[in-house]
């Protein structure tokens, strides 16, 4: 069973940075793209970043120049660092990930979400 997990949120004043990390566990055989997607109240969820296997990343026109995102391959870790924070940039950040396990063939998971809040 493969299993995100992210961490990492937290209640930070506007113009201040946080890292989301979200590791992947489990029986993995290897792991392509991943992602962080977010989603406030009342909104549907949204693309933040996202990331090849080989690094090539895309992001949000909202979060360019502020949030990067990166991965460890070899521990099945994807990162977002958010600087500049701003008040629209609070919600609920979900990593979302397509993980080839060696039991059961190749699917896409979610992890169970981590909240960041930005105070004004």
């Known amino acids: 069973q493969v299993q995100l997990v992210e961490s990492g949120g937290g209640l930070v004043q506007s113009a201040g940075s946080l890292r989301l990390s979200c590791a992947a566990s489990?029986?993995?055989?290897?792991?392509?793209?991943m992602g962080w997607y977010r989603q406030a109240p009342g909104k549907q969820r949204e693309l933040v970043a996202a990331?090849?296997?080989?690094?090539?990343?895309n992001y949000a026109d909202s979060v360019k120049g502020r949030f990067t995102i990166s991965r460890d391959n070899a521990k099945h870790t994807v990162y977002l660092q958010m600087n500049s924070l701003k008040p629209e940039d609070t919600a609920g950040y979900y990593c979302?990930?397509?993980?080839?396990?060696?039991?059961?063939?190749?699917?896409?998971?979610w992890g169970q979400g981590t909240q960041v809040t930005v105070s004004s």
């Open positions: 979302h990930a397509y993980v080839i396990s060696w039991s059961n063939g190749g699917y896409y998971y």
């Open positions: 489990g029986s993995i055989r290897s792991i392509n793209d």
């Open positions: 990331i090849t296997s080989g690094g090539s990343s």
